[in-house]
C-alpha cells in the first residue's frame, strides 16, 4: 500500500460518516443546535466541507468546488465566498442552514470527489512539498493532508454526536 492509498481510505471514511451523520434527517433536526451556542449537524458538515475544499482546492491548484461548481449560489447562506466557518460566531453558526440533506451531503460529496482525484495522483515524494510557509515549521502537503482529515473526522465524530441527542 502506498501512501495515498491509505489518505484515500481515510478520506473515504469521513464520506461514509457524513453520509451517516445527515441521512434520514429531517430539516429541522439538521439545524437543532442543542444549546444556544452549539453548533448543529448542518454547520458541523458544511463546515468540515468547506476547510477540506479549501485547503485540498489550494494544494491541488484548483477552484474550490464550492464557487466552480455553483454551490455556494445553491446554499444562498449570503455569506463571503470563501467563507469556511472558521472562527464563526454563534449568529454566524446560526444562519448556515439548508433546504435539505441531499443539499448538504451532495456539496460533500462533490468535494470527495475533487479530493480522490488529486489523491489518486499523488507520490509519496510529493508529500514533502512545502504547501504553507507562514507557519514554522513551514508545512508539507502531507501534514495539510492529514491535519484536514484529522479536522473532519473530529467534526464528523460530533455531528453523529448530536445525531444521537435529536
Keep these: 500500500m502506498r501512501s495515498h492509498d491509505l489518505l484515500i481510505d481515510g478520506y473515504s471514511r469521513v464520506q461514509e460518516e457524513v453520509h451517516a451523520a445527515v441521512d434520514g ?7 437543532t443546535r442543542p444549546a444556544k451556542d452549539a453548533n448543529s449537524v448542518t454547520w458541523l458538515i458544511w463546515h468540515l466541507t468547506r476547510v477540506q475544499d479549501d485547503h485540498v482546492a489550494d494544494a491541488a491548484g484548483l477552484e474550490q468546488v464550492w464557487t466552480a461548481q455553483g454551490w455556494a449560489e445553491r446554499f444562498g447562506l449570503g455569506l463571503p465566498a470563501a467563507d469556511t466557518g472558521y472562527g464563526h460566531t454563534s449568529r454566524q ?7 435539505s ?5 451532495g456539496y460533500y460529496d462533490a468535494v470527495h470527489e475533487q479530493t480522490l482525484g488529486f489523491l489518486g495522483a499523488l507520490t509519496d515524494k510529493d508529500l514533502d512539498r512545502i504547501v504553507d510557509e507562514r507557519w ?10 492529514v491535519s ?6 473530529q467534526h464528523v465524530g460530533q455531528a453523529a454526536y448530536l445525531r444521537g441527542l435529536l
Design 148 to 153: 484536514v482529515l484529522a479536522d473532519d473526522l
Design 93 to 99: 453558526v446560526g444562519r448556515v442552514k439548508v433546504a
Design 101 to 105: 440533506g441531499a443539499l448538504l451531503v
Design 25 to 31: 434527517l429531517s430539516v429541522e433536526h439538521l439545524h
Design 136 to 145: 514554522d515549521p513551514p508545512v508539507s502537503l502531507g501534514v495539510r493532508l
